[in-house]
């Protein structure tokens, strides 16, 4: 079971990495992406027949993850740029280009680690029935 649900909580982190930094790119904007990822919480609490309790809970968790994704995707832009002009000087800074690619690493980093830390909180607010559920579903995802 331990090692199920290390994987559900890489492959989680990963999935929400991922959406973070290239969900705005295309279909529609933050907008969307809010849509997106609330139709798929509320998907998952349908599932299991979340309490009224355990919605409000897991939403509450969803929606800081979003804000905080958002507020991280929208520094993006600016690195790119800050890296752009890095990269199109005679003399790039390395020092500085270092500084900015590990402050990014440190920040995806810390997001990850909250990410990790709010899926364990669900973890926490749904029973163990409910976990046996979620987990037949995420090993059946993972075959596909």
Do not use: Y
Not at 4 to 25: E, N, Q, Y
Not at 35 to 51: G, N, Q
Not at 93 to 108: N, P
Not at 116 to 142: F, S
């Amino acid at each position: 079971m331990k090692k199920i649900l290390s994987t559900a909580l890489v492959l989680a982190v990963f999935a929400v990495g991922t959406l973070t930094l290239t969900a705005f790119r295309h279909h529609g904007g933050p907008a969307h992406f809010d849509k997106f990822v609330s139709h798929r919480v509320d998907d998952m609490l349908d599932d299991v027949k979340a309490t009224d309790a355990q919605r409000q809970q897991i939403t509450a968790i969803k929606d800081k993850l979003v804000a905080d994704g958002k507020a991280l995707r929208a520094t993006h832009a600016d690195l790119r740029k800050e890296l752009l002009a890095q990269w199109q000087s005679d003399q790039p800074d390395a020092t500085r280009v270092h500084a900015l690619v590990d402050g990014r690493a440190d920040a995806m980093r810390g997001f990850a680690d909250e990410v990790t830390d709010a899926l364990l909180q669900v973890h926490g607010i749904l029973t163990p029935d409910q976990r046996a559920q979620l987990t037949k579903k995420m090993q059946r995802h993972m075959e596909e």
